[in-house]
């Protein structure tokens, strides 16, 4: 089998196409969580906390020099670390929601008895009981006195 081959038939199974919608859907959840994030829970954390800004809290190793362009500021930047465990919690705390969902909805799938086979009709019973009528004779007169 040619590599262009395999390749072809490995991107044409469903998993892999799957997996590139997942990834596509999960990029476009990020930008929605970290809008939400940034733009409407952390304001009000920042207003019962006094104002602060977290995207803009920083520990400052190396000061920025003005009468250099060569020397940039260097800093610890722990409000944007804190904007993105914020953002981490709020899409572990949907992924697990949905996952929260799907087995529940799995458990009362599994709770439900199974579905009863249907019963014969009388027509059907009578053809069975003939079969098998049809069966015992056959094997009563294999293994029984020998033929003439």
């Known amino acids: 089998m040619s590599?262009?081959?395999?390749?072809?038939?490995?991107?044409?199974?469903?998993?892999v196409?799957?997996?590139?919608?997942?990834?596509?859907i999960g990029a476009s959840f990020n930008s929605i969580v970290k809008s939400l994030v940034d733009q409407i829970i952390?304001?009000?954390i920042g207003l019962m906390t006094g104002g602060i800004d977290?995207?803009?809290?920083?520990?400052v190793l190396r000061p920025e020099d003005p009468t250099t362009d060569a020397i940039e500021q260097v800093a610890i930047q722990y409000g944007a670390?804190?904007?993105t465990v914020i953002q981490f919690v709020i899409v572990a705390w949907a992924v697990f929601?949905?996952?929260?969902?799907?087995?529940?909805?799995?458990?009362k799938e599994a709770e439900q008895p199974p579905e009863a086979k249907p019963q014969p009709t009388a027509t059907e019973v009578l053809?069975?009981?003939?079969?098998d009528q049809l069966k015992a004779q056959n094997g009563a007169q294999s293994s029984g006195a020998p033929k003439a």
């Open 97 to 107: 929601m949905l996952v929260k969902l799907v087995n529940s909805m799995r458990r």
């Open 3 to 15: 590599i262009v081959s395999e390749f072809r038939e490995f991107i044409s199974r469903g998993n």
């Open 17 to 24: 196409i799957d997996l590139a919608v997942g990834v596509i």
């Open 42 to 44: 952390m304001p009000p």
């Open 81 to 83: 670390f804190i904007n």
């Open 54 to 59: 977290f995207s803009r809290l920083k520990w």
């Open 127 to 131: 053809l069975m009981e003939i079969r």
